[in-house]
Nanobody, 120 residues
Framework: QVQLVESGGGLVQAGDSLKLSCAAS????????VDWFRQAPGKEREFVAA????????YYADSVKGRFTISKDNAKNTVYLQMNTLKPEDTAVYYC?????????????WGQGTQVTVSS
């Protein structure tokens, strides 16, 4: 069992940057691949980024490739999502999730989400 807590969301302007954190308790992140998903109002939840158990491999949704970076600090049991050049369409609740599958992402555990709002 692992518990996930996201933080770092907020209100920013288009073009700004924001860094989300996902802290784990219980089993360590080194046992899991970790993903970020997001859900905008009225839309389905969508995949954003994933990182492998070791942190050595990553992949991204096309919509964020080149702007977002996922990273992992297994010693701190924390995963990050650095978001640069934010756009209004990035506005959503962002969820951290963990599971044994890296690709495809099939998480077993979810955080409660953190709101990111990008104004134009």
């Amino acid at each position: 069992q692992v518990q996930l807590v996201e933080s770092g969301g907020g209100l920013v302007q288009a073009g700004d940057s924001l860094k989300l954190s996902c802290a784990a308790s219980g089993r360590t992140f080194s046992s899991y691949a970790v993903d970020w998903f997001r859900q905008a109002p009225g839309k389905e939840r969508e995949f954003v980024a994933a990182i492998s158990r070791s942190g050595g491999s990553t992949y991204y949704a096309d919509s964020v490739k080149g702007r977002f970076t996922i990273s992992k600090d297994n010693a701190k049991n924390t995963v990050y999502l650095q978001m640069n050049t934010l756009k209004p369409e990035d506005t959503a609740v962002y969820y951290c999730a963990a599971g044994v599958s890296f690709n495809p992402p099939l998480p077993h555990y979810w955080g409660q989400g953190t709101q990111v709002t990008v104004s134009s």
